[in-house]
């Protein structure tokens, strides 16, 4: 079974500080793929990534950058110059290749970022 | 704005009524997915249909159903409703049903059973 943590159940930083978040997943699947996704307190999941198995290069995108690292089985999420804005409820999710999986998703972690 | 909307956004109803929320995909999306998120289970999959055909169920109760129509809306139907029912619903969609693109999701209803 598919399975993602996310440990990490709140984190609160002061603005410009860089935050990292935590994922780790469980699969036997080979081929899989990895999303995040952000939920800021207006309450709509919004796509920010997704990666696939094959693809370890770390992703950057302004000030969002993805650690993929299959050793570890962790897909982390680092947030550089936090930013009020940036508060919210990030989920990272898990689907695998067989079968007819439908996305899995971790408990979510709570960001809060202070002026 | 995902493309995906989602009505009515906030519904308030007591213990065994019956609600109905409605779902349009983005335009061009055939696969259809509803999600349950509450504080206890998280983000919890239901239902998923695909051009009209339901395709997978996940921890959906007998209690609730859900349908897809020629037009490609889709309506997920609650009843008997208890407390516990309480969650925000999402819908979320994909064009082909190919699961490992991911799904765009749309912004919730918020259900409030009383």
């Known amino acids: 079974a598919q399975k993602v943590t996310q440990a990490q159940t709140e984190i609160s930083v002061v603005e410009k500080e860089d935050v990292t978040l935590d994922c780790v997943y469980e699969t036997r699947d080979t081929t899989y793929y990895l999303f995040w996704y952000k939920q800021p307190p207006s309450g709509e999941l919004v796509f920010l990534i997704r990666?696939?198995?094959?693809?370890?290069q770390n992703e950057i995108s302004g000030r969002y950058s993805w650690n993929f690292q299959k050793s570890t089985s962790s897909f982390n999420f680092t947030i550089t110059a936090s930013q009020v804005v940036d508060s919210a409820v990030y989920f990272c999710?898990?689907?695998?290749?067989?079968?007819?999986?439908?996305?899995?998703f971790g408990t979510g972690t709570r960001l809060l970022v202070s002026p | 704005d995902s493309g995906v909307t989602q009505t009515p956004k906030h519904l308030i109803t007591a213990t065994g009524q019956r609600v109905t929320l409605r779902c349009s995909p983005r335009s061009g999306d055939l696969s259809v997915y509803w999600y349950q998120q509450s504080l206890d289970q998280g983000l919890q999959f239901l239902i998923q249909?695909?051009?009209?055909?339901?395709?997978a169920k996940g921890n959906i109760l007998e209690r609730f159903s859900a349908q897809q129509f020629p037009d490609l809306h889709s309506e997920l139907n609650l009843s008997s409703l208890e407390l516990g029912d309480s969650a925000l619903y999402f819908c979320?969609?994909?064009?082909?049903?190919?699961?490992?693109?991911?799904?765009?999701f749309g912004s919730g209803t918020r259900l409030t059973v009383v």
């Open positions: 990666r696939n198995s094959f693809d370890e």
């Open positions: 249909y695909y051009n009209g055909e339901e395709r």
């Open positions: 999710a898990l689907i695998g290749d067989t079968g007819f999986q439908k996305l899995v």
């Open positions: 979320a969609s994909n064009p082909s049903g190919l699961d490992s693109y991911g799904y765009t």
